[in-house]
């Protein structure tokens, strides 16, 4: 019996250390909020430190990153708003229309609450840090550069011609991984938009150091050599060399009058050329944080949704035809003597805009969006306590059921109805709404009606396994051959 009893004490004292375990964020984080802790939502806090980052990434690293909140609907029930502990801090994820749009919207209650490892990466001066009223000011002046009619028209020629030029020169390359390429598209046009002019090998590091840096985003904070955040910052650190360099040169083109006649003004120009009414102009650090976060958003994004609108229409032919035909549509209305695009004529895409609007949800590029309680917050009738995050989760609105039938199914014909406020969420929302949405719209816009008119995609691995951080996309990164087909 001795041997029995004591196997029955280990099994026993681990239980309790089990249990004591699972109540060390209880005893941090809750119990010191007294009464009010009643009031939080329901939710598990996982382990010290650790959280439910386990669950989070095992369940993200697998082929059903639902099962995640999953977990959360069948053990607390419907509530749409769970308290778990993430990215190292305490938070509340909120998972439903109404919720989301007030989180987002409500700036005096909510500001920006990125992890610390995202802001270390993507700069403490860029926006995803800095104060309502600075952000509110500097976005006014970045985002009359990618913004506004006028803008995007002059931007459209150079979209165009880099898109046909790409097209044909990948019907030349055989096997090509496709979001590879795409990506390789988008940076070299936001590129373009944002620094002007810069050296091919320039974009190489620039891009190659991107793609690091966007493997670090979403991982752990582990700054330990073999993990993805120790390289990360490494990425960030030569990418702040190769943007000190060229703010060097623009100040030095300044000081001795030698800038280029005729010359667009860029972004780069517009920040360091911008005085606020103190006449204060902006630092290195802060130039360099900004530039960093717009090339990482404007070209990410826009390169994985048109691959993965790309691939939708190559894989339903009643969606490809019909929006191929919205497009040959277009060429007959035009006036023979036009070249080109106009801008007017991208406006008109309805129904590509649905293709476009059916894969932004379905993807849902970013997963979630990071606010942080300024004080106690009641939502839905539960506490989101002051200094607690809010982590507002797309994927969960973009795949409820009840919003979106057969969610998880591409069928752009469901955006023949409006939806409510907070239900379509690909680009944030309130004043923090993405700056470069127009333009990466344009940009997918411009790719997809010159490949419906002339090109076909055959993928490769049609059934490669898809992953989903950072970002969702297929393991082989689309493998495929773009083929030229007959034209109207």
């Not at 749009?101 to 920006?112: A, G, H, I, M, N």
């Not at 992953?467 to 969702?472: E, G, K, N, S, V």
């Amino acid at each position: 019996m001795g041997p029995i009893l004591t196997f029955g004490a280990i099994i026993g004292a681990l239980l309790v250390l089990r249990a004591l375990l699972k109540n060390v964020n209880w005893l941090l984080y809750e119990a010191k909020l007294g009464r009010k802790q009643y009031t939080l939502p329901p939710g598990d806090m996982g382990w010290p430190l650790i959280g439910n980052m386990w669950s989070f990434l095992r369940a993200f690293k697998s082929n059903d990153p639902d099962s995640f909140m999953a977990s959360f609907v069948k053990r607390f029930g419907k509530t749409g708003i769970y308290k778990v502990f993430m990215f190292g801090n305490p938070s509340v994820i909120v998972t439903t229309p109404e919720a989301c749009k007030r989180v987002l919207t409500d700036d005096e209650k909510f500001e920006p609450g990125w992890p610390q490892s995202t802001v270390e990466l993507i700069g403490e001066k860029s926006f995803i840090k800095m104060s309502f009223e600075e952000h509110r000011r500097l976005r006014r002046l970045t985002s009359s550069s990618i913004n506004g009619y006028e803008t995007l028209s002059v931007y459209l020629k150079y979209i165009e011609e880099n898109v046909i030029t790409s097209l044909e020169k990948w019907t030349h390359m055989g096997e090509i991984e496709f979001l590879t390429q795409m990506r390789k598209l988008t940076f070299k046009i936001i590129v373009h938009i944002f620094l002007g002019s810069e050296s091919d090998s320039v974009m190489e590091a620039l891009e190659r150091e991107y793609t690091v840096l966007n493997l670090g985003v979403r991982a752990m904070r582990i700054n330990f050599p073999g993990f993805a955040f120790y390289d990360a910052l490494k990425a960030r650190k030569n990418l702040v060399a190769i943007f000190q360099s060229i703010v060097d040169k623009r100040r030095n083109e300044r000081k001795e009058e030698l800038l280029p006649i005729q010359k667009a003004k860029d972004m780069m120009d517009s920040l360091v050329d911008v005085v606020d009414e103190n006449g204060r102009k902006l630092g290195d650090d802060e130039i360099i944080d900004i530039m960093l976060m717009y090339l990482n958003a404007g070209h990410e994004s826009s390169g994985h949704i048109t691959m993965w609108a790309t691939y939708f229409l190559q894989g339903h032919q009643e969606f490809f035809r019909k929006a191929k035909e919205e497009q040959e549509e277009i060429l007959r209305r035009r006036p023979p003597t036009q070249k080109g695009l106009k801008l007017e004529e991208v406006r008109q895409m309805e129904y590509l805009s649905k293709v476009i609007d059916e894969t932004l949800r379905l993807i849902t590029f970013s997963l979630m969006v990071f606010r942080e309680a300024k004080s106690d917050v009641n939502i839905n009738g539960y506490l989101i306590p002051k200094g607690w995050k809010a982590l507002v989760w797309f994927r969960s609105v973009h795949l409820d059921n009840e919003i979106y039938p057969n969610p998880k199914e591409f069928n752009p014909d469901r955006w023949n109805e409006v939806h409510k406020a907070g239900e379509f969420l690909p680009f944030g929302g309130g004043t923090r709404l993405c700056p470069g949405n127009d333009l990466a719209k344009l940009e997918i816009s411009v790719f997809l009606h010159h490949f419906l008119l002339n090109y076909e995609m055959e993928q490769l691995n049609p059934k490669s396994p898809v992953r989903f951080l950072p970002h969702t996309r297929p393991m082989d990164n689309c493998l495929a051959r773009i083929k030229k087909c007959s034209a109207m």
